[in-house]
């Protein structure tokens, strides 16, 4: 009698290609953003930024430990991800629906950018919900 589940071991579809781009752009942006932090925490000078008119004081040190941090999940997450990992998938599809949230309320800033932005995410999300389990090298 033939079974209707598939082996676990069969070959990937094409949209495995979708989980590695998002595995891909998620390491970049942790390692950019991991520079961005120690750049900043080279430089804990505090700085001014010109808000209606006003000069308003910035935490660097914060802003840099945010980047910091913020790369760091990125990244682990990016490389969780080339291996297969459930929990990077679950990370990374809860960051590309806050993406796709924060280009919808950005939207009109920049359309052209939050359309593209929304349209890689959602293809994205489909990609490791219907297809992540075959980047796994299990």
């Known amino acids: 009698m033939a079974t ?8 990937p579809t094409a949209w495995v290609g979708w989980v590695y781009f998002a595995a891909f752009l998620l390491v970049l942006t942790g ?14 000078v505090g700085a001014r930024v010109a808000a209606d ?11 840099g430990l945010g980047f910091l941090l913020l ?3 990125l990244t682990a997450v990016g490389l969780g991800l080339f291996g297969g990992r459930l ?3 679950v990370v990374a599809v809860v960051l590309a629906v806050v993406s796709v949230l924060a ?16 349209v890689v995410d959602v293809l994205v999300v489909y990609a490791l919900v219907m297809h ?3 980047a796994w090298r299990g």
């Not at 008119?53 to 802003?63: E, I």
């Open 4 to 11: 209707l589940v598939p082996h676990p071991r069969q070959r």
């Open 103 to 118: 280009n919808v309320v950005l939207f009109a800033a920049s359309p052209l950018w939050s359309m593209v932005a929304i």
């Open 87 to 89: 929990w990077a998938r």
């Open 31 to 44: 390692v950019v953003h991991i520079v961005n932090g120690l750049f900043v925490l080279a430089r804990p």
């Open 132 to 134: 992540g389990r075959e």
């Open 53 to 63: 008119g006003r000069w308003v004081p910035v935490d660097l040190y914060g802003v």
């Open 71 to 73: 790369g760091v999940v």
